[in-house]
């Protein structure tokens, strides 16, 4: 009992300290050297407790998981005759964290001999050992970079004849060495950028795979020779566009049109121009706009492609301006009653059938029928009258065996008047149709 509290004094005075982290993957390898000692769980006897020394060697794995080997001797006293006591074993153990103070567990199988040596002549079990499986809690704590301290206990069960159930404890000191290095290329992992890839000491570790001191890394195009400005890749044309993104690498070109070139200057590449060297239009495909009828408007804009018309009239044939007013002139014996569209009375069925006969003999241009109205009653419906009276005329010129399609009609209500519609007169005048030529 007396060595039991030793044991824990001397625990109590290693966690009053304070440390650094130690073992890391840079230093995988470990060598370990303490004491032990074993307390008896056997009612049966009775055992007095001694130290001994003991080694261990182990191997990180990675994350957190480790794996080695302890070998153990012990002197004590069972039922007060003197005996040896030795172990060896393998375990796995996982440290749950990396940091100053890092717990553990451990878990492993090996062999226990109460009563004899352990030598290496022959089997273990031929020399009495008793197997046995084990399982405990540790800790490590790092007091450098290459030494930490260990300490911890374990429950070692067996069943054979001979093997006491036991406690083991142990407590030592672990040099760690070895640097980790997972691709072989000479950079250690802590300090290797790309540790799972063999590479260059220059690169932090990183290959450089087309050898343009690019690493791959940060290489957009690591396996061909490119251009640090490129990010690794080539640009063959030299046009500041990158190959991989180049869609005319054999071409200088410019930058807005992914590297290929302009040659008209049109704002379209000579990929997508079907005229690369005449300006044309975005709208067609690079190519200029025909203009069919010569008439000076374009036919994309030209309401009347086929047939030469004016600028002012969207490329269309218009009626001549004496043509108009006349037609105009006729008009004005064309009104309506109050609140009516009807079309009645000899001048207006006569100034209508000259208006046809004009149109007739002048078959180029086209007419917009205006409607209008007086001030009497509301606006809205002023406004439908208009449109209707406009219709009507319409409507008779085409049953007059006018062309419809030359026709259109538009309905102003009561807001162009041109006389005053506080007189009868005046309101007579506005309720009329009147005609220009579509501009």
């Not at 030793?6 to 130690?22: A, I």
């Not at 600028?311 to 006729?330: D, H, K, Y």
């Not at 180029?364 to 208009?386: C, F, P, V």
Request: proline letters at 5%; charged letters at 25%; aromatic letters at 8%.
């Amino acid at each position: 009992m007396k060595s039991l509290i030793s044991f824990k004094v001397f625990l109590l005075v290693f966690l009053s300290s304070k440390f650094v982290t130690s073992q890391t993957p840079d230093n995988p390898w470990s060598i370990g050297i303490g004491a032990n000692t074993v307390q008896v769980l056997d009612e049966s006897v009775e055992s007095k407790n001694g130290f001994g020394p003991s080694v261990s060697i182990g191997r990180y794995l990675g994350a957190g998981f480790s794996i080695g080997a302890n070998y153990g001797i012990n002197k004590f006293k069972i039922n007060d005759i003197n005996t040896d006591y030795t172990s060896v074993d393998a375990f796995l153990k996982f440290n749950f964290s990396s940091k100053k103070f890092s717990p553990y567990l451990i878990g492993g199988y090996g062999l226990s001999d109460f009563g004899k040596k352990l030598t290496f002549e022959g089997v273990f079990k031929s020399l009495g050992a008793g197997r046995t499986i084990h399982g405990g809690l540790g800790f490590d704590i790092s007091i450098s970079n290459k030494i930490s301290l260990n300490i911890r206990s374990a429950y070692r069960w067996s069943e054979e004849k001979g093997t006491y159930k036991h406690l083991q404890h142990m407590a030592g000191f672990n040099y760690n060495f070895g640097q980790g290095d997972s691709d072989k290329d000479g950079v250690p992992d802590n300090k290797d950028t790309c540790p799972e890839e063999p590479g260059l000491k220059e690169f932090n570790g990183c290959p450089d795979t087309d050898g343009d001191k690019i690493p791959d890394n940060k290489d957009n195009c690591p396996e061909e020779f490119g251009d640090e400005i490129m990010n690794g890749c080539p640009d063959s044309d030299k046009d500041g566009v990158a190959n991989n993104e180049d869609e005319c690498p054999e071409e200088e070109g410019l930058v807005e049109f992914n590297g290929c070139p302009d040659t008209d200057t049109d704002g379209v590449a000579d990929k997508d121009d079907e005229c690369p060297n005449e300006p044309g239009a975005v709208d067609n495909k690079g190519c200029p706009w025909a203009d069919s009828d010569g008439d000076g408007v374009t036919d994309n804009i030209d309401t009347c492609p086929d047939e030469a018309g004016s600028i002012e009239n969207n490329g269309c044939p218009e009626l001549s301006n004496e043509v108009v007013q006349t037609i105009n002139e006729l008009a004005t014996q064309i009104n309506f009653a109050a609140g009516t569209d009807r079309i009645q009375g000899k001048a207006v069925v006569e100034s209508l059938n000259e208006i046809k006969t004009l149109l007739d003999n002048n078959p180029d241009g086209n007419l917009i029928i205006e409607g209008h109205t007086s001030s009497d009653g509301q606006s809205e419906s002023n406004l439908l009258l208009s449109k209707m009276r406009a219709a009507a005329v319409k409507d008779f010129l085409v049953k007059l065996g006018v062309n419809p399609d030359r026709l259109k009609t538009e309905g102003y209500g009561e807001e162009r008047p041109i006389a005053d519609n506080e007189t009868l007169e005046g309101r007579a005048l506005n309720r009329r149709v009147q005609f220009r030529t579509e501009f």
